[in-house]
């Protein structure tokens, strides 16, 4: 029988491998997809940009949030197939069970906060 010896992670490589695996976790709960948008979620809350001029929609949350159409900075999604209308600066507003905000929309891109509480 041969003894062999398993070399130890360093601390660094052990972080490393920690915060792979949590950020994975974060990812499969979160269960963000996306087409013709991108996301960035966390455990209770969305980032997502929608692109313009195409036909962008992203699951999250549990949900389908859909960009229906965007004029100025004025804009309209589905989200859990309820349609909102939402402006730039606006307070959180209350749809499908969740709560969304338009941070930005430019020419090329719409930015929208989806959450499940209002402070989120």
Do not use: Y
């Not at 070399?7 to 994975?24: E, F, K, Q, V, Y």
């Not at 269960?31 to 209770?44: R, V």
Request: hydrophobic share 40%.
């Amino acid at each position: 029988m041969t003894n062999r010896r398993i070399p130890s992670l360093t601390p660094a490589r052990r972080a490393a491998g920690l915060l792979a695996g949590l950020a994975l976790g974060a990812a499969v709960l979160a269960g963000c997809s996306s087409e013709g948008a991108s996301t960035d979620c966390g455990l209770d809350a969305c980032t997502v940009t929608f692109d313009r001029g195409v036909e962008a929609k992203a699951s999250i949350l549990g949900v389908d949030a859909k960009l229906v159409s965007a004029q100025g900075d004025q804009v309209t999604i589905e989200v859990a197939g309820e349609q909102v209308t939402l402006t730039t600066g606006q307070q959180a507003t209350e749809v499908g069970g969740l709560f969304v905000t338009l941070d930005s929309a430019t020419d090329t891109q719409v930015k929208v906060r989806i959450s499940r509480n209002q402070n989120g």
